[in-house]
């Protein structure tokens, strides 16, 4: 690996961004006037990212602990290869990252399969296949039961439970972990769960061990330390002898602003977000009550890849609006929805810049024909930016390619990396017209 990694801004005469070792403006030159939006990969980040959680895991020792990537974070085929031959696990949320998982090679015994509502297809594969399946209530159970009679096979589950407990700074839509959430079962109600498991225990269903997810972009970690001695007590190896993972989900933040120094007028709040290693280290203390032959599982999404790519997007124009200076570019909340979904930052800054260059207050939109498709309010871009300019928009390497649309029939963009000669790597096509159209029945 490259010993620079990931992107970065080299002072000079001109600030330049870069990518592990080269300007992300050589990028878009020797592309030869590339489509934008695009999304560029630091893969050399993504695995920096892996050997920090899995050193910080190691130091857990004696307790074992083992690393599950949420895929839902982002699904893209390349990043599993490295996942793979790092030996970690992999969480999927549907059949279809199920299949890709199995499809890549992953083992089934380190696959998990997790989510409220399963489709009969899904719970068949994963009970045929032998990936481990989080229960999420009772319904969930009956319907698993039913299928492991029906292939004469063992299903080997964890509960999810909802331990109900949050970090009041994450967005409802990114909490679940509330008493009303739709996922888990709540610790009070897991008495007909187990009862269920009990009668049909090695015949049909093992119970190997129990899953809680308190939400996603969590700074607190004094939350997950209250979880771990929540979920430690769940641990009856009497009742249950298969008894062996503690999966503590994901959900770590990642400090989106930290680049927002750079400019001035950015937004005040900053609240200071563990790494990895801080947040590792803080449930060390409330596992050493763990029993000894219990593994913990952690399965973080974001943390892993969010700041592997950034989104290459050029100026379409600048106007005023009232007071508002709007800028438009040609990304949007299609390939990064998480500002207008719930309000999210992500730094937009310049390729290449001077730093004498005036800047001012913008807000920056895309051109999707919907009021919510903005991508960052009055962020500080130099005055003079005009059309064709090119703008980067940091940490969209988790929930925006996987959480992508067509909507106004755009096209998904290409995604590239840079390989380990530095020469660009196309990891996925740019959409066309047709691929949109290609499942239309057109007579
Ligand atoms: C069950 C489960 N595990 C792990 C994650 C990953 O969360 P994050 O990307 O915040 O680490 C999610 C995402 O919300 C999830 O639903």
Redesign the pocket.
């Known amino acids: 690996m490259s010993t620079k990694h990931g992107f970065y801004y080299k002072e000079g005469h001109e600030e330049r961004l870069f990518i592990d070792s080269t300007p992300v403006k050589q990028v878009i030159d020797r592309l030869s006037s590339p489509p934008t939006p695009f999304i560029l990969y630091s893969l050399n980040q993504f695995q920096h990212n892996v050997n920090t959680y899995q050193h910080a895991l190691n130091d857990l020792a004696p307790i074992r602990a083992r690393l599950?990537y949420?895929m839902?974070?982002n699904y893209n085929p390349h990043l599993l290869s490295i996942l793979k031959s790092s030996k970690v696990m992999l969480?999927t949320?549907s059949g279809g990252e199920m299949q890709l998982a199995l499809s890549n090679g992953f083992e089934p015994s380190k696959i998990?399969f997790?989510g409220n509502g399963k489709t009969d297809e899904s719970i068949q594969m994963a009970i045929e296949s032998g990936v481990l399946l989080?229960v999420d209530s009772l319904f969930d159970l009956e319907v698993i039961l039913k299928y492991a009679r029906q292939l004469n096979k063992i299903a080997n589950v964890l509960i999810?439970v909802n331990p109900i407990l949050g970090d009041s700074n994450v967005h409802a839509y990114?909490t679940?972990a509330s008493k009303t959430s739709k996922?888990g079962t709540s610790i009070d109600d897991l008495e007909s769960i187990y009862k269920l498991i009990e009668d049909n225990h090695d015949k049909w269903i093992r119970l190997f061990g129990f899953?809680c997810?308190l939400?996603?972009?969590?700074s607190n970690t004094q939350v997950i330390v209250e979880c771990v001695e929540k979920m430690i007590k769940l641990f009856d190896m009497k009742r249950f002898h298969h008894l062996r993972f503690l999966?503590i989900?994901?959900?770590?933040?990642i400090d989106y602003k930290r680049y927002a120094n750079r400019t001035a007028n950015e937004p005040e709040e900053h609240i200071s977000i563990p790494t990895i290693e801080d947040y590792v280290q803080a449930i060390k203390q409330p596992l050493q009550s763990i029993p000894n032959s219990i593994e913990i599982i952690v399965?973080?999404?974001?943390?892993?890849?969010?700041n592997t790519c950034v989104i290459i997007t050029r100026v379409l124009g600048q106007k005023q609006t009232g007071p508002i200076r709007q800028l438009i570019v040609d990304a949007s909340m299609t390939e990064c929805i998480r500002p207008a979904l719930y309000q999210a930052y992500h730094h937009i800054d310049t390729v290449i810049s001077s730093p004498q260059e005036e800047r001012i207050a913008y807000d920056i939109v895309g051109p999707v024909c919907e009021s919510g498709d903005f991508l960052g309010r009055e962020r500080c871009l130099p005055k003079i930016l005009q059309r064709g300019d090119f703008l980067a928009i940091f940490d969209t390497g988790?929930?925006c390619s996987s959480m992508s649309s067509n909507y106004n029939m755009r096209p998904r963009p290409a995604e590239y990396t840079l390989d380990e000669h530095e020469q660009i790597k196309v990891l996925k096509k740019r959409e066309t017209n047709e691929d949109l159209l290609r499942t239309y029945c057109i007579d």
């Open positions: 599950s949420s839902k974070a969480t949320v998990i997790n989080n999810r990114n679940t996922f899953h997810h939400g996603s972009t969590i999966n989900g994901g959900g770590l933040n399965e973080p999404g974001r943390s892993l890849v969010a988790a929930y």
